[in-house]
């Protein structure tokens, strides 16, 4: 079974890689992933985030910086800043529940300015 900073490192390259199907594959199926819009379930709510996501970030121009990144037990931190195209993401941030080698819950905010 897959450690929680497996996980982690699994997850943080798929972004990385604008692998969907990959990033999908670290999340247990009843996992829950709170954003500001709301709490999304599954990866059938999970995956439009994610397409999303993977879609801006891999437009040319786009940066990505880790900031810091924390694991304790079956909890994982994440700080980074980031900058596309479309938006400046002053401040961004990921907690990570992990059990059994799945993510079973994660929280996502950022400080986030559009640049239109």
């Known amino acids: 079974m897959a450690s929680t900073k497996d996980v982690l ?3 943080i390259k ?10 999908l594959s670290d999340y247990a199926p009843g996992a829950v992933l709170f954003t500001p819009d709301g709490p999304l379930r599954g990866a059938g ?6 397409q ?8 040319p121009g786009a940066t990505f910086r880790m900031k810091e990144q924390f ?3 079956s ?7 980031a900058e596309t195209p479309d938006n400046v993401y ?11 080698g799945k993510i079973v819950a994660q929280s996502f905010t950022g400080k986030i300015t559009p640049k239109r």
């Open 9 to 11: 490192d699994h997850h």
């Open 14 to 23: 798929c972004f990385g890689d604008g692998d969907l199907k990959g990033i």
């Open 45 to 50: 709510g999970i995956r439009p985030f994610f």
């Open 52 to 59: 999303a996501m993977i879609a801006e970030f891999r437009k």
């Open 71 to 73: 694991v304790d037990g």
């Open 75 to 81: 909890y994982a931190y994440i700080l980074w800043a």
């Open 90 to 100: 002053e401040l961004g941030t990921d907690t990570f529940v992990v059990q059994d």
